[in-house]
């Protein structure tokens, strides 16, 4: 840690700044690096990102930027002159900077562990007023033009519009509420577990899990991909510590993430 600690302080010098939510430092102290490939930097307005070692794997040249590099995510979302693309952990791009909006599908595994095998990183993009979806290798998942408007994925669910009817699709593409709806609560990046759906004046919840029950059944007689396994069994672990364990004597909130006192890098 202390080689890193030392390459932070380099990269301060050249005025590259670590973009970290604190509470992340809180609650992930000794597993911050294990669930991350690389954390965002930023330099002169621009992002990039660096990686465990403290060395700049992604030169700060974007906008800016959504999602994250953990190991089970290889790509992330970057934006260029006023445009989005997807480019991967090596800074190859996937997907052309041609959308004006993106959204990186999301998964809460703290609450749907058990459904890991819907994990498939897709995104929600907009090009040219047409809305559509791509998967993680750039290619097209739903057609564009196919739904007025479709929103982001989160915990294998997506909200999708069409002639002012509101419907949700699941992560195979699948309609699991028909689009016949005048509103569906927005939950995308909300920590939610369930939504509310309106007809009239008639409005009624509708849980997650119900809507991907039968995906349950695949998922006790198939085998997934361990890593997925292993990093809902992390996550569920941190995410329910309480946040009280914040050591406040170690962290000064009004410096930033490389500018802690030496105690506070110890906790790691």
Sequence with gaps: MTDLINRIKELQQKNIKILIDPREVFLFPRNLFRLKEVLPIIQHHKYGFMDKKGNIVIQPIYDDFKGEFSRIKTSICVKKKNKWGIITLDGQTIADFEYDFIFPSIVNYANYQKVCPYYNQLYTVCRK???????????????????????????????????????????MGQIVIPLKYDNIWNFYDKGRIDTIIEQGDVQHTVLFKDLLSKYNIEFINNEFDMIDFEIAEINKTLTVRSVQSINENTYNENLDFDQQDPEFWDSF
């Design 129 to 171: 007023h047409q809305w559509g979806i791509l998967k993680n290798d750039g290619s097209i998942f739903v057609e564009f033009g196919k739904y007025d408007w479709i929103d982001g994925y989160d915990s294998g669910l997506a909200r999708v519009k069409k002639k002012d009817k509101w419907g949700m699709i699941d992560f």
